[in-house]
């Protein structure tokens, strides 16, 4: 059993410590509001600070919402950083930027400390279940020391790369499903405004080529306006931007994830940023006044 920090106890985090404190590892917990008492069995016991968290683990897990909250908890007065030791492990697993990732793994490196950036996908559904996707940048031997806790939360974990690469691969997951929740959208509604029965036209495409997981779960959600939020919009919106940025310093175009990235501002300006992003499609129903259902 290994001593293990987690940093982060959100809609992802809470699920995915669980796991981590079911399987009988010592985990410290560390979160801005207070852990929840649920998360307090077994070995698993509150930390003041993220500090204290990397005192006290071996290896310390991050699931955070965005760049700057990855840096704040890292490298502030009291965070992680300040808490190593040599020969310990740092696995973020948020969704942030891969080119900041590059230099918060230099940064722990030069503590002598091993960093992996380890993003999934699947959201509180695949947390809950331990069915995540994890894309996991760093180097081999942090890996296969590391993956016997990532197969507790997740089924399809790859070792992409380097540094950086897991999270250039989540951005293009992203890119991938935003621009298949927009067709999913568009499908939908265009079926509904001509009269059809939108709910027996996904039934009769998941028989077909255009079957997909999207179509199958939020092409549901856009029909039974079941938008409670597995994940949200406004964290959606910030890997588009992380796409799109790193798009301009790569000097590629990529108009679709641009595109895809309006019709969740549309949903934002509307109040909309803390539904599912299987909302995406109320950005479409507010241009053509007609709501699928």
Do not use: W
């Not at 909250?69 to 948020?94: E, Y």
């Not at 998941?206 to 409670?228: D, Q």
């Not at 310093?249 to 501002?265: R, S």
């Amino acid at each position: 059993m290994s001593k293990l920090g987690f940093i982060g106890l959100g809609i992802m985090g809470a699920p995915m410590a669980a796991h981590l404190i079911s399987a009988g590892h010592e985990v410290f917990l560390h979160t801005r509001s207070e852990v929840s008492a649920e998360l307090l069995t077994g070995q698993a016991s509150a930390c003041a600070s993220a500090q204290e968290v990397a005192q006290k683990a071996d290896i310390i897990f991050l699931m955070l919402p965005d760049t700057p909250d990855v840096a704040k908890v890292l490298f502030s007065d009291d965070g992680v950083a300040s808490g190593l030791s040599q020969g310990k492990t740092v696995v973020d697993m948020s969704s942030i930027s891969p080119m900041e990732t590059k230099e918060f793994a230099e940064k722990i490196n030069a503590l002598g400390c091993d960093y992996l950036d380890a993003p999934v996908s699947g959201g509180e559904v695949g947390a809950k279940a331990a069915s995540l996707t994890i894309m996991v940048g760093g180097p081999d031997e942090a890996f296969e020391r590391v993956k016997p806790l990532f197969e507790l939360m997740g089924k399809n974990i790859t070792l992409v790369g380097g540094n950086g690469d897991g999270q250039t691969c989540k951005v293009a997951n992203q890119i991938i499903v935003a621009l298949n929740i927009a067709a999913v959208g568009e499908a939908l509604l265009f079926a509904s405004k001509a009269g059809a029965d939108p709910a027996k036209v996904r039934q009769a495409l998941m028989g077909g080529f255009a079957a997909s997981r999207i179509l199958e779960v939020h092409g549901e959600r856009m029909i039974k306006r079941t938008f409670n939020p597995g994940f949200r919009i406004g964290l959606h919106q910030k890997d588009l931007s992380l796409a799109l940025a790193g798009a301009r310093a790569l000097g590629v175009a990529l108009p679709q994830t641009a595109g895809a990235a309006q019709l969740m501002q549309v949903c934002a300006a509307n109040g909309m940023q803390d539904l599912d992003h299987s909302a995406l499609v109320r950005s479409l129903e507010i241009m053509a006044n007609h709501t699928v259902a």
